[in-house]
């Protein structure tokens, strides 16, 4: 049997519970067929690049197959059935990869705090904001030592 990679993406109007029914409609027409799916991922709901049929969003779901041929002929043909997919795309691969995949790693490089966060950033501008503020009274200082020189050479 081959190896598979299948992400297909729902609709932005459909529950996520609705979105588990498929994705098990899918694997049991995968195992119907002889073939398993090794690996699911939902990856979410995500902002399209593009309008797909009046959607600007879509619930991603990507799938690794170990199947022969038919299970996934037959799974395209559900897939191209229902009113729910609004895309799918099926890649065949040498191996199937153990871990997360990209998508799901830069997931969880977002759950990072950032740098310029509104939290994070006050703890470390604040050093560098009483810097600005010393600076400011020093060269106020200097320039009332400079008014007050003045104002003797004035008197005498």
Do not use: C
Request: hydrophobic share 35%; aromatic share 6%.
């Amino acid at each position: 049997m081959a190896y598979y990679e299948n992400v297909f993406i729902a609709r932005q109007d459909i529950s996520a519970t609705q979105v588990e029914g498929l994705t098990e409609t899918f694997t049991k027409v995968i195992s119907d067929n002889d073939g398993k799916v090794v690996n699911t991922e939902n990856w979410g709901l995500r902002t399209l690049a593009y309008r797909i049929k009046k959607n600007r969003k879509g619930h991603y779901v990507m799938f690794h197959i170990d199947a022969p041929a038919a299970a996934i002929h037959e799974m395209e043909r559900q897939m191209r059935i229902n009113e729910d997919v609004l895309r799918y795309l099926t890649i065949k691969i040498d191996a199937i990869e153990e871990g997360p995949s990209v998508m799901m790693a830069s997931r969880a490089r977002e759950d990072r705090p950032r740098r310029y966060d509104n939290d994070s950033s006050s703890e470390t501008s604040a050093p560098k904001e009483a810097a600005a503020q010393e600076e400011a009274a020093a060269a106020t200082e200097t320039a009332s030592d400079a008014g007050e020189d003045n104002a003797e050479g004035a008197e005498a």
